[in-house]
């Protein structure tokens, strides 16, 4: 038990959902005062359901939730406010047309005589609240002109303006830069220190270690652990997030680098801004090989992915795919060439939610011979379709209750193993791949890592872009630093100790 | 639960498909379909039914009504009362003459008047078109205008040219001003469309900017336009087809007159002579003779311009003589 | 039974929405119905809808000549339901097809003026033909002009279907008036009407539009022409990912709907109309909109909306004279069935339908046509 007070208590809280899945199994959590507690669990395994019955948004059919230590039943979001809770969601609320602190008073709207919106008394609190928590927010600026980590905050803002002292966070970090989840931390602590209790809902190891008091660990809807930071490490907590001994080192083994496969030359482009975003890009891929491309987000890697894939035309430069000029070739071209891509946005280049996996698992090959015959390839034939969807899905262990339901349905993890299995064909010569394990649980990360050293293996030429810097470490065989535009380093596995990667990550030069 | 009902309610429906079947009054069936629109559309469709109905009662007869929304249903519609075997039909506008030529050639037995149709030869003995002298219509208005305005400047916006109904009544118009005052300028503009008050509106401020005083709208919807603009800036607005003062109430503040066709007075007579006389046919026109058109009563005139009411009927019985030719 | 329902629990599922939306729209305008007979010469009568509307069934399916005036109604509205549901399956909304079909049916009346002494196998054809690739190159413009340079397809088919007007007034005035008539028109079609299958109306141009349906079903679910055209309307940002041209795909897809418009126009000219005047009016080209939405997009949808809006139209008039009531009556109900379609939280409410777990893209497409500043999928957030 905590030497705190506990401020929360949820005992034995059982949600059951239409079909039998056991969301929640007799779950007991615990909130101290002044505590941040981190619910760590993989995709899936009912962190979100039980936080959502916290919030009112779901009934549990059996369990007690004590605020301190009165039992209390919450019906409803108005409820949970009312009692001092407050959630932050994974995917934000915020209306974006509207100011700062528009959004901020949404539904408590502080009002003058006869009705009138008081935004100025409004501006003026949420200013000193801002300042309070340590960061610094223009309350009249839109909302859509913030960065997703301003935007977090903003909605942090909101729930501790409508007065929680239980704040939940889902997932804070997804969506954030290291620096940004820097930042979110630094607010979190000054939260704590003001009084507030925290839920920290995560599925990454570092985070959950570097911020939280406590965490609990829930897999498959029960509660299978509950360690102090202190007493733990990565590996244990893998193990009890997954169920069994996770490697969370890759095993990279040695690389056999053959003949130059991928060559850009001189590659210059434009933004959707249209700055020149790429200023004279040279860098190349040899069969056999990992080239990771290390470097802040923004400085050029989105860019250089699409135009070697063909989603972006170049300005000026080459591209060659084994000495052969690709640069005007087609996205369909490069493909039919041996070049795949795994995009870094999953939801908005990689599948088609609202269709079912069979037409997600032959999106960028659905025009070729067997998925496409008769009539000069014109007529779609659904069983090799349907044959192809069910063997990757069984090879690359996407867990779905059958092959005829939605991307959408899937989670994050699952999704991104259609993506990979659709891309990650045996006949490639070059493989890009972007964010590949972006808001993946250890499991997923895990197998994908494999996936990528495995084509290697085979020979493919693999290009890996990556905001993580440890994934490019652990992945790479060879690091290339971007900023701004420029390849400005180049590093043997051996020889790239992430300090010196990370100094020249931030400024573009190597100083000793 | 209100699943269930509103699938009983759906049921019952059905069911009473099976069942209703309302009688209708003995004597003559008279039948009207509209022209594309709505019924009370204040003009065409509203007056001829108008006329239908005070024809049904002045021959002991019932009037029912089938209003039209797109040109493909005309067929159909006339159709509908052939089956439920009607004796008279009346249809409206001239988009639908065809349609009633044909209808009238295959039910010999049944009498077809056509309002605003002229009719080619050879015209089937059971079918009427019902036209109006428009010239002499817009001849009296003219009159009026020639007499009230105040620039010598008088306007008419029409809503096709390419309509001899709506060119007729703008020419009659014309040489009803000047026989008054010779050196009255008109200022004439077709807007080429019958349903956009927005342009006839913008058409009325152009002439109105060019100093004229009195505005005629031949231009069905269009019109409306023209003569809110024209109340807009207090100057004198007149009608055509019916009786505007009465049927446009946002404009009755500056109408004066109308040039109208007596609409309810054709169908009425038309059905009173197919009673009286049997089987009609032909072009039958609607003039001065038979009270089919006129000037509506002077409003929003005090006093009434002296000599406007002798000059009015004065030409009425000059165009009754056949003394006088509106369009020479 | 239960083997049954799960059988249809899919299709089931999709309907129902439409299908209640109906009914409610049914009841509601009953409530109208009734309220609004208090103000007339017959009084106040709380039976009347039930009698107007079984005069609506009957003049619509009781007897022979009923169905065929159904079906003749539908067909132009399969052609034109499926030109907006192709639409919207791209992402489109195609607002033009009243311009479309008045193009379409233009060249068809001309093309059969032309040849209206031929024999019917070939000026019939061909003035069908004509009508459809009509409507095809005025589906064109404004697909090529939102692929090109990204102007809205509504805003433009808006503007083109004014200016169809126009210029279709100016060509029967001063180009093919026909002599002879005392309105401006295009000469008879003669031999190149639609051949009568039976009854007094019941033409060709019915089997013509329920083949379209199957096979716009076909093209959609079955090739890979129709993947593209999905995939484009669901994400494009993933359709130029697979190597798709979501460009080609567009201009492609209006000029699609523009030959069905087109079409829609050809049938209801060679077989219904048989001339073309300035004026005549094109509620095909709205209706087909909503025919579209209640269909969902969805082909066979699509031909039961289109049989619906049919039995409408030819059951209005037993529904007028026997009862008086108006026709507008019948504008209420369809405006109310799209009322309810849009906003179908008011359905699930009454009749306690549950959510889709997927979000319906054509009603997306339509209402988010509307505001300038939509997102693409994916960049909310």
Known sequence: MSDKTSVLEMRGITKRFPGGTLANDAIDLELGEREIHALLGENGAGKTTLMNILYGLVTPDEGEIRIDGTPVAIQGPADAIARGIGMVHQHFMLVPVLSVAENVVLGQEITGVGGVLDMRTAERRIRELAERLGFSVDPGTRVNQLSLGQQQRVEILKAIYRGARILVLDEPTAVLTPQETREIFGVLRRLRQDGTSIIFISHKLDEVLEIADRITVIRRGKVVGSRKPAQTNKDELAELMVGRAVSLRVDRGQSHPGDVTLEVVGLRALDDRRHEILQGVDLNVRAGEIVGIAGVGGNGQDELVECVVGLRKPNAGAIRLAGRDITRQSVEGRRDLGIAYVPADRQRFGLVLPYLLPDNFVLTRYGEVPYAGGLGGFVRQDQPIRNEAGRLAKEFDVRASSLDVAASTLSGGNQQKVVVAREFRHDLRVLVVDQPTRGLDVGSIEFIHKQVIERRDAGVAVLLVSAELDEVLDLSDRILVMYRGRIVGTFAAAEAQREKVGLLMATGEART | MKRLLAICAAVGLVAAACGVIPGTGSGLKIGLVTDIGQLEDKSFNEFSWKGVQDGAKAVGGTAQAIVTKDIADYKQNIQQFVDQKYDVIVTVGFLISTDTLNAAKANPSIQFFGVDQFIPDPIPANYQGLLFNEAQAGYLAGIVAGTITKSGKIGAVGGRSDVPPVVNYIKGYENGAKSVKSTVTVSINYVEDFNAPDKGEASAKTMIGQGVDVLFQVAGLTGAGVLRAACNAKVYGIGVDVDQYLSLPDSAACIITSAEKHLQNATRDGIKRFKDKGKQTGNFTNDATNDGVGASPIRNLNPVPAGLTDKLTQATNDMKSGKLKPIP | ?381
Request: proline share 6%; net charge positive.
């Open chain 3, 1 to 381: 039974m239960r083997r049954w329902r799960a059988r249809l629990a899919p299709t089931w599922s999709k309907a129902q929405v439409p299908v209640y939306s109906i009914v409610l729209a049914f009841a509601v305008a009953a409530v109208v119905v009734i309220v609004s007979s208090a103000f007339t010469a017959s009084g106040f009568d709380p039976l009347l809808p039930f009698a107007a509307y079984a005069r609506l069934f009957a003049g619509a399916f009781g007897s022979g000549n009923g169905v065929a005036n159904t079906l003749v109604a539908a067909a132009p509205l399969m052609f034109g339901g499926l030109a907006v549901g192709i639409g919207l399956k791209a992402g489109l909304f195609n607002i033009g097809v009243a311009g479309q079909f008045l193009v379409g049916a233009f060249a068809a009346a001309v093309t059969g003026a032309a040849l209206a002494a031929a024999p019917t196998i070939v000026g019939m054809p061909l003035a069908m033909l004509a009508g459809g690739l009509a409507g095809a190159a005025y589906g064109f413009i404004p697909g090529y002009l939102k692929a090109r340079t990204g102007a809205h397809e509504v805003v433009t088919t808006i503007m083109l279907n004014n200016a169809a007007a126009l210029l279709l007034t100016w060509a029967v005035n001063d180009l093919v008036r026909a002599p002879g008539f005392s309105f401006p028109r295009t000469a008879d079609i003669g031999q190149s009407a639609l051949p009568i299958l039976a009854g007094r109306n019941l033409h060709l141009g019915i089997a013509f539009a329920v083949a379209a349906v199957f096979v716009i079903r076909w093209i959609l679910v079955r090739t890979t022409l129709g993947f593209e055209i999905r995939t484009v309307g669901a994400n494009p940002s993933a359709a130029r990912y697979a190597g798709m041209r979501p460009i080609f795909i567009t201009a492609l897809t209006m000029t699609i709907s523009g030959l069905l418009a087109g079409l829609a126009g050809a049938i209801q000219m060679l077989g219904v109309i048989g001339f073309y005047a300035p004026g005549i009016t094109a509620s095909v080209g709205f209706d087909s909109i909503a025919v579209a939405l209640l269909g969902r997009s969805d082909p066979i949808g699509i031909l039961f909306a289109a049989l619906l809006f049919g039995a409408f139209r030819a059951g209005a008039p037993l529904m007028q004279i026997e009862t008086s009531v108006p026709i507008e009556v019948i504008d209420i109900i369809q405006a109310l069935v799209i009322l309810f379609l849009a906003a179908d939280l008011i359905v699930r409410r009454v009749f306690r339908v549950r959510a889709p777990k997927i979000e319906i893209v054509e009603l997306a497409t339509v209402t988010g046509s509307w505001g300038a500043g939509t997102p693409p999928p994916g960049t909310a957030g």
